[in-house]
């Protein structure tokens, strides 16, 4: 099991950029795939990228491709998000997620994560 603890949100105008940061403590880093996920007010949460042990392999929705990206520092155990050109539908609270793995696979789906951050607030103004 490890902690997870999100930093680096807060309100932006439409355009601008945030880099979300998450802390991990506990057992190895390097053996757990990480995620980000998010949800709005009132909407089911969704995935948004994750990253597999090595940064091998990373993915990204959809709604999100092109604008944000997904790395990991396994040495100070870290994850990140950057978010370029940041729209209002972007607006949601932030969650860093993780599962330990013994494969290169990372999943996009909630519910292959076992550990979760309390979130962090991203609100986009237009």
């Known amino acids: 099991q490890v902690q997870l603890v999100e930093s680096g949100g807060g309100l932006v105008q439409a355009g601008e950029s945030l880099r979300l940061s998450c802390a991990a403590s506990?057992?190895?880093?390097?053996?757990?795939?990480m995620g980000w996920f998010r949800q709005a007010p009132g909407k089911e949460r969704e995935f948004v990228a994750c990253?597999?042990?090595?940064?091998?392999?990373?993915d990204v929705a959809a709604s999100v491709k092109g604008r944000f990206t997904i790395s990991r520092d396994n040495a100070k155990n870290m994850v990140y998000l950057q978010m370029n050109n940041l729209k209002p539908e972007d607006t949601a609270v932030y969650y860093c997620?993780?599962?330990?793995?013994?494969?290169?696979?990372?999943?996009?789906?909630?519910?292959?994560?076992?550990?979760w951050g309390q979130g962090t607030q991203v609100t986009v103004s237009s």
């Open positions: 997620a993780a599962y330990e793995t013994e494969t290169e696979l990372a999943y996009f789906t909630a519910r292959e994560y076992d550990d």
């Open positions: 506990g057992r190895a880093f390097s053996s757990y795939a």
């Open positions: 990253i597999n042990r090595n940064s091998g392999l990373k």
